[in-house]
């Protein structure tokens, strides 16, 4: 867990004395826990995970030792990891209600941002109005199709760009090109604009912004593991969230305050998503909380959405940049369906089974969040033999799962073909590969997220050949894994795009 020694060894002697003192005067429940290293005093395993910024993998190989569900005492927090299918299948199966609770973390509390928002809200009345918004008026099949035309506008409009980028023979920055298209199409779903063109610098602005907000939010934070301590934000995890909060809240401020005008003013209404939240109340008792309400939900719609879907094509590009036998599979079957005088359809998505596996295999291997979010057990409960206590964290190591060598044969190795010989999907009902989740927590915006990753990537690879850049090729492409709430790639991907002969932009 990525905090230096001396830092380390300061924080833990705060918390070694406040942890005492408030040790001896509570009485301890012991429970049957699941198996796992012994803990320290006090400080539990943290001392014995080491200075690592790989929790996924740290635990990865601890479940190799004692097994696919284990415990931790990290601090104060009592942690369970599952690290299977078949737990997790337990999980969402028999237990998705007692264990639905939320392990926010302490960042997440930034100006409350955490009580409103649908991401680490605990089951409630107020979870299930927001969440109800968003399945009812954003993710259903006929509100998708209602702007099919705008995705495929932004699908153009990102393929434009490319086309420009290989007339010049500049490199493309693979993420930030479909960060950038998700980030727009987002906009012109929920509020009616775009945001950024793809010749500025705003959406490269707002993607580092996403992404430490992501990794800040990820990272282990001495906050977490003591909540006593949480008072003191001795890490800066809620100060520095509250230096980005000012800049999304400033701009979420200015469109809700410009549609607000519009409507008073008797303009057309524009009957997207901003206009049904702001007709919505959810629970609001005041205008400020109401306000405070939309900023979370439009946060989470725009920082869970673009960073996901980015992420997931790019690094989708760059196992097929490694895999050529794969990528010209993948154009066989692009030029084969689609033909060259057509664009890629989201209808055409289901006659593409080979595009779908390569998706697949690349959440496999790198699925967008991957512990998902933590989970709290909202009361004691009785799991495969062990206790999981009221409160406990339960991560669920997807990442581990996708590796997992009893379930995937050569796991380690990208093979899409492994999808055309099993049916398996990631709607959540083969536990193999629930890359969104499962239950009633499952991603809300996973069908728009089928779409769009389908559709960028098949259409990025239905017009162009990829070649890496000369020194990447030469020494070989970075895979390695920037962690956080969400699995980014430490060096983000540049290709050089070539146009397919007799392929045409519009």
């Known amino acids: ?12 002697s705060v918390s070694l004395l406040s942890v005492f003192l408030l040790s001896q005067k509570r009485k301890t429940k012991h429970y049957k826990l699941p198996p796992g290293p012994k803990p320290f005093p006090l400080v539990g395993n943290l001392l014995q995970l080491g200075p690592t910024s790989q929790p996924h993998i740290t635990f990865t190989s601890l479940s190799k030792t004692y097994g696919p569900i284990f415990s931790l005492q990290l601090g104060q927090v009592t942690t369970i990891v599952i690290s299977s299918q078949e737990y997790a299948k337990q999980l969402f199966q028999n237990h998705d209600l007692a264990l639905a609770g939320r392990h926010e973390p302490d960042a997440a509390r930034v100006e409350a941002y955490h009580e409103w928002s ?14 109800r918004i968003c399945t009812t008026e954003l993710f259903t099949t006929q509100r998708l199709d209602s702007y099919v035309s705008v995705r495929k506008q932004k699908v153009q409009e990102l393929l434009n760009f ?14 930030l090109a ?39 939010a990820g990272s ?36 809700i305050d410009s549609r607000i005008k519009n409507k008073k003013e008797g303009s057309i209404a524009c009957n997207d998503l901003l206009d049904v939240l702001l007709d919505s109340q959810f629970g609001a008792s005041s205008v400020q909380e109401h306000r405070q309400a939309l900023i979370s939900i439009l946060g989470d719609l725009f920082l869970a959405g673009t960073e996901t879907s980015s992420n997931t094509v790019e690094w989708a590009m760059a196992e097929l940049l490694q895999n050529p036998v794969t990528m010209a599979k993948l154009h066989y079957e692009l030029a084969s369906v689609i033909g060259p005088e057509c664009e890629i359809e989201e209808s055409n998505i289901g006659r593409l089974p080979y595009l779908q596996a390569v998706v697949k295999e690349t959440l496999r291997l790198h699925p967008p969040v991957p512990f998902l979010l933590p989970r709290r057990a909202q009361e004691t409960v009785e799991f495969s033999g062990y206790l999981i206590p009221e409160g406990a964290k339960l991560l669920v190591n997807v990442w581990a799962i996708g590796r997992d060598e009893t379930t995937w044969p050569d796991p380690l190795i990208f093979r899409p073909e492994r999808f055309l010989e099993r049916d398996i999907d990631f709607k959540g009902r083969d536990f193999e590969l629930i890359p969104f989740g499962a239950g009633r927590r499952i991603c809300p915006g996973m069908p728009l997220a089928y779409r769009m990753v389908h559709v960028m990537l098949g259409s990025l690879l239905h017009r162009f050949e990829w070649k890496l850049p000369e020194e990447a090729a030469k020494n070989g492409l970075d895979m390695s894994e920037k962690f956080g709430v969400t699995l980014a790639m430490a060096r983000h991907l540049k290709a050089i795009a070539i146009p397919i002969p007799g392929l045409h932009i519009k």
């Open 118 to 131: 649908i991401a680490w809200l605990p089951p409630g009345p107020r979870w299930r109005s927001l969440r």
């Open 1 to 12: 867990m990525e905090i230096d020694t001396p830092s380390l060894l300061l924080l833990l």
């Open 220 to 255: 282990p934070n001495v906050s977490d593991f003591f909540p006593v301590l949480t008072s003191l934000d001795l890490q800066g995890a809620r100060r520095k969230l509250k230096h980005y909060n000012k800049f999304i809240r400033h701009a979420f401020d200015e469109l």
């Open 162 to 175: 490319i086309s420009k980028a290989a007339k010049e023979g500049t490199t493309v920055e693979i993420g």
């Open 178 to 216: 479909a960060f950038t298209t998700t980030l727009n199409l987002l906009s012109c779903t929920i509020c009616s604009t775009d945001s950024d063109s793809f010749d500025s610098g705003l959406s490269q602005d707002f993607k580092k912004i996403v992404e430490d907000v992501m990794a800040t």
